[in-house]
């Protein structure tokens, strides 16, 4: 992974010509002033971790697991967010832990939790490093308030394992540190796929995808990553808990929920039982165009509420708005080529046995046709799906030209999503229009879909200016704001972190708050894991 | 409801002849020694709460709203297992509240919890009062220990609207107090059900159904009422909480599921945002018959894993095992009548619109077939739609006549499920059998599937012993222990109470009892709500 932007170095998409015109043309994008930092020039504070607690650490991983060098810290220096990457091209890594300590097994795990909390140390949990909230970054703050000495990147990369199958149950034992392509090869051996394939698939891991309440572009069909989720093991500064006796219970308040979305803030997900699923026999991609974003959203609520269960979802559901079809980020290897479509694109795809492919194809049809969908064949699905892990590479490339490039995204119900997507769209205009006139580029899709609500995907691209970090953080209050004042929730489906912090506090409401309190206390009384993320005042 | 049985009295089922010759002959069933208490002989503690207390609840909720009076008290003592039957028929309500304190809105629920907290009195939740797992009785040590001077029973019955429906997300707020059958009633002059169903249904409320994470017949359909709840309004004596802005969240634990299986410990749910579906024009049950339960459990996981999102499933699936289908339960109407059928019932319901209903009829009839099943036509279905609400009757005819009868339940992974089955049989045959041989009857079936496991839910019939509580008592512990060593959870749909404490505790584990005492601690920190339920070591 590049540390101070996404993905293989050797993939960095470079800008194609029109969509630089564009950006100079239409929003008015102009080179920065200062190139990005190079490796060599990036600023790292000292190691403050005594060398005795680093030895103490090295005696339960073995001394090649705990990496205090310039590099292991530099690639464990907050996530991917844009400002993340804005940062890191100032050459700014004053967020580095002070070392990263790599655990082998469960009880390492464990064994470093209990030795941290005994030496005041504060612990990162790391997966793929992939956060666009700020959950990997230990505010310094907390750390000094806190009476903490340190802060380590618990890098969980070397629980790698599929431990087990069960193809009864129709589950798998996974562990945390396995990323999204690891995963799905390793199940691919016993024909089964998890189904997950979130934007950050390539690089993102499953204890990632469990603390951070993933969803997947095939959640519509496979489920969201907390629906996966039957079964887990976690290790705390107090001890283990082993949760999930069935797939559904009355025992109680369901104890996994409490786990899934707590961002490293109670404890460290250690080994994961998850529902998988027969590798599918057949995949079929198709597009359609509706003529308005209202039109297409009503379309796409008829699939989410047709049946009990839902008897014509596809496993790929997705609407994008006039602005976001007519850009063609929907297809990103089209990018701005003449004759881009107009309307609204839907992608729907459909996954599983060929019977079963075929029957739900055949009736998404008929409602998609009955709401006024236009059939636009395969062509703009199988687009859509080859490139749909690329839009992090074409990041960096605007970043690099002068352009910011950030998404955000949010959920409500059904009948708040008209005015939700006006608010937010509002709020981003308002906030980043420049004197010069050039505003915005503001792009939206539903990205996935219930019988009850829905998700929005928002993409802005806007012209950099001296501070790009202060233009874009008042940008993203301004689209907190009025993502909570039309009622929606801070996100569907990156978390909280620190970013949503403020927001997230007035979503939850003082009590709410006091909830996570009362379970950290208890788990983490001496407040060493992810300190500063997901826990109002705390 | 009747006040030491079930229902109303009118419809009270009498032993058919050839139930009572099996019970005589084939368990050893005699008429018990002393007749039930008359409610005349009730033997009730003195109201322990001071004048004043009980004067300042009036003034919140207007005195004809707080009542003391024997009646009032007696029909709030306890739930409606068989032990809190037995113990009611010897007369005994040593466990009454002092006063019944019925509040008519969100801000006097808020007000008495306020009230409560100051003066140190318990407060015990209760709906439709039907819990089976001792749920409504605040243990009197637990009022000693904490200091507290009494108990009311918060009866939710006067929050009895529905507020509002949303037509486009598919929601509609209802308040807790609604018995199944009036928010039925209510929701179906807007062309809408909530498609929930459980056993209790005909007195239960929806306050309760979300306290004890209900399951009901319907719910491989509609969903199990966890499910359903896409927001809630919950006082607690520190305040309320507003949850719930978006059928799924990224933001953070999913804290609806904190107040989820809270049975009243942690807050009182005064609104509730539900899942609705269109009310079905179609209705189609029918039975299958599978040789062994071995066979029918692996048509019905078929059914349950077939596509994503399933493809096949019924609305209503279930399988009796042998001896349930033998005993003819399955079809209450047609209980013990000569010629009862052989093998193993299944009975599966859709319910839909015409095209959906048949579209996954002859879905999951391929299935079926394929998996051996042998159809049976609509019959044994439509049989077990009519009698479905009438077991609770049949057991205070038993409970008269000498036999204890009783149910008991639990979940587990699909691979976990025959050893499960097998191991509770076997601890209630162990802990049941008498001197005289007569052994007792133990009948179980699947009642819930999901694409990773099931529920078994198991009836037993035995001959009373001279002290049947304690009987029952040894058995359930048997059984408990069964299903904790066989990797089940102690509950799936009838909670944790008081009776499961110990087996809950095991299950979760130190850590997970820390848990919920952390969040009760912070919402309750009086300890006020329904003392001695759910929470370990509190």
């Not at 798998?172 to 390793?186: D, I, T």
């Not at 602005?323 to 701005?336: F, I, N, Q, S």
């Not at 019977?355 to 739900?360: F, I, T």
Request: glycine share 12%; aromatic share 6%.
């Amino acid at each position: 992974m590049l540390w101070s932007g996404w993905g293989d170095p050797a993939r960095a998409a470079e800008l194609p010509a029109p969509v630089r015109d564009l950006l100079t043309e239409l929003l008015g994008v102009r080179a920065p002033a200062t190139p990005a930092a190079t490796f060599g020039e990036v600023r790292l504070p000292p190691v403050a971790l005594p060398p005795p607690v680093l030895a103490a650490l090295a005696a339960v991983t073995g001394e090649e697991h705990v990496r205090a060098d310039d590099d292991a810290r530099i690639r464990h220096t907050r996530g991917k967010s844009t400002p993340d990457l804005l940062l890191m091209r100032t050459g700014d890594a004053s967020d580095a832990p002070d070392a990263v300590v790599l655990p082998g097994s469960h009880e390492e795990v464990a064994e470093v939790l209990r030795l941290c909390a005994e030496h005041r140390v504060a612990v990162v949990p790391f997966g793929g490093g992939t956060s666009v909230v700020g959950g990997l970054t230990a505010a310094r703050r907390h750390l000094h308030s806190g009476g903490l000495t340190g802060v380590v990147a618990l890098d969980l990369g070397r629980l790698d394992r599929l431990r087990s199958v069960d193809p009864v149950s129709m589950t798998a034992v996974l562990e945390p540190g396995l990323r999204a392509p690891q995963a799905e090869r390793l199940l691919a051996g016993h024909g089964l796929t998890l189904g997950h394939f979130p934007q950050s698939y390539e690089y993102a891991t499953l204890g990632g995808f469990a603390a951070a309440r993933s969803s997947g572009q095939a959640s519509a069909g496979y489920g969201r990553f907390d629906d996966m989720v039957v079964g887990m093991t976690v290790a705390t500064p107090r001890g283990t808990l082993e949760i999930g006796r069935a797939p559904k219970s009355a025992a109680g308040p369901d104890l996994r929920q409490v786990f899934l979305g707590s961002e490293g803030a109670f404890g460290v997900i250690t080994s994961l039982r998850l529902r998988v699923h027969p590798a599918p026999a057949v995949r079929a991609y198709e597009g359609w165009r509706f003529e308005t974003f209202a039109a297409g959203t009503a379309a796409l609520r008829g699939l989410a509420q047709e049946g009990a269960p839902p008897a014509a979802l596809p496993t790929v559901l997705r609407l994008s708005d006039e602005t976001e079809t007519m850009v063609g980020l929907a297809k990103p290897t089209d990018l701005g080529a003449p004759g881009s479509d107009s309307g609204c694109l839907v992608v729907a795809g459909f996954e599983g046995a060929p019977g079963e492919v075929a029957r739900r194809r055949e009736h998404a049809a008929a409602l998609l046709l009955e709401a006024g969908g236009v059939h636009l064949g395969p062509e703009p699905g199988e687009k859509w799906a080859q490139g749909r892990f690329s839009a992090p590479y074409l990041r960096d490339s605007l970043l690099a030209a002068g352009a910011t490039v950030e998404t955000l995204e949010t959920a409500c119900f059904w009948a708040d999503l008209p005015r939700l997507y006006d608010a937010v769209r509002l709020a981003l205009h308002g906030a980043l229009r420049s004197p010069s006139g050039g505003g915005p580029l503001v792009m939206c899709h539903i990205s996935h879909v219930y019988a009850t609500g829905a998700s929005l995907y928002f993409t802005v691209v806007t012209a950099q200016t001296g501070d790009p970090l202060a233009q874009w953080a008042a940008a993203k209050r301004a689209a907190g704001e009025a993502i909570v004042g039309a009622g929606g929730t801070i996100s569907h489906h990156h978390g909280v972190g620190r970013d949503h912090l403020e927001a997230y506090a007035a979503e939850i409401g003082d009590l709410g708050g006091e909830i996570l309190r009362g379970i950290k206390e208890r788990l983490d009384p001496a407040g060493i894991l992810n300190p500063g993320v997901l826990i109002p005042m705390y």
